[in-house]
């Protein structure tokens, strides 16, 4: 069974700092991995996809690597700032299922102070 | 820009009451997801529909819950009898998928919190 995890649970960082938040997967076989935006309350925001072709992908400031074989991916963020304060969640979109849903890690919540 | 649409944003019930979400998926996207979350978790898959039919539904208590997808477009799921332990955030999420594979990003909207007195 595919599980996801993501290292650390929190960050707190100042503002300005360049920042890694790493997610990895028990299961290679998958179609892609995603990268998700949660703000306290609210639904998700999609922030990058990787399809499992790919090494990476870049949108703005976030960058984010993929490496199918040993079952991780980072999220690199850029110069951080307070409106990036959120909790970001790694989703993988698992070969080995029924249907195409994503399964979760629990996600990093990151505090960036002005 | 076209976003998924989900109502009523915060719901609030009594134990063994009956609830109902709606959802209205981005235009076009014939592929529709019923996630929950817990606070602290990651959301967890209830349901998936591609068009009408029901693709995975292998995690969706079915002795209280049920979803329906009747014409394709929008979706309803219902929980009778509500338990304390469905106090969740109820996320649904559409896409695209070509040739069975998840090509496309998934779209969330912006969920339903539930609590259950």
Known sequence: KQEVTQIPAALSVPEGENLVLNCSFTDSAIYNLQWFRQDPGKGLTSLLLIQSSQREQTSGRLNASLDKSSGRSTLYIAASQPGDSATYLCAVSPLNQAGTALIFGKGTTLSVSS | ??????????????????????????????????????????????????????????????????????????????????????????????????????????????????TVT
């Open chain 2, 1 to 114: 820009e076209a976003e998924v649409a989900q109502s009523p944003r915060y719901k609030i019930t009594e134990k063994s009451q009956a609830v109902a979400f709606w959802c209205d998926p981005i235009s076009g996207h014939a592929t529709l997801y019923w996630y929950r979350q817990i606070l602290g978790q990651g959301p967890e898959l209830l349901v998936q529909f591609q068009d009408e039919s029901v693709v995975d539904d292998s995690q969706l208590p079915k002795d209280r819950f049920s979803a329906e997808r009747l014409k394709g477009v929008d979706s309803t799921l219902k929980i009778q009898p509500a338990e304390l332990g469905d106090s969740a955030m109820y996320l649904c999420a559409s896409s695209l998928v070509r040739d069975g594979a998840p090509s496309y990003e998934q779209y969330f909207g912006p969920g339903t919190r539930l």
